[in-house]
């Protein structure tokens, strides 16, 4: 496994991507710093020092259909939650899709991108960085020094013992764990759909990857690309 390490960099998941020839399963890149971080959905990723920045690859046996790559980020993100959690005992929890918190706020995010048939798994963890006091409210740092290198691998040997028990057809134990953790249920949220925003009230996450949201009464299911959670509205 090639553990590669930068000092500064525009983006981990962009050199891998770049270089996605030369990396093979489980490989890592990682930067201290990231000069064009990127985030979910065109957004920036701050990254200054005392960050986990860090990308891995996976190299599926078989092609995945869409329906397996939309379970990724809940692999990646109980993954990640598993990983912390062997460190360092805390009050975290699994945002669905892609987020993990502790205390109820952003500790780490977890960007995704298929190259073919492989992906590039990006995860950026809030380890002894300060939060900028705008964004307080919303995101948190673990503020320790830990060692990020370990970190990094602890949760890229976390991800492949998921994987692995994914691939001998595990998902409904793992899907369990992760409702265990499941952030949102039974919260008021504000999604917009569309141009619409509608209220409800967040429940499971189900086998497929959707989340289960009760709107006026009414159970239904949606998937990441359907619909956007309100970032400062949970109740
Ligand atoms: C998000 O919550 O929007 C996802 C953030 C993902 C950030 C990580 S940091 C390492 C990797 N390189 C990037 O440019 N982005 C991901």
Redesign the pocket.
Known sequence: MKFLKFNEID????YMKENISSFENYDIVSAKV?T?????RG?T?L?PEGMA???FLLKPEKEFSIIEATKLPLLAGISTLSALKKIKDGAYSFKWT??VFLSGKKLC???IERVKDDFVI???INVANKIPDDIKNIAISMESDYDIDKLILKVVEEFSIYYKRFSEGKWKEIVEEINSYNFLKDKKIRVNIGDKVFEGIARNIVEDGRIKIEMDGEIKLFSVGEIKIEKDYYL
């Open positions: 983006s981990t998941n962009n990231q064009s971080g990127r985030g979910r957004n990723w990254s920045l860090f990308s892609n987020d995010g977890i960007l990006g995860i950026g």
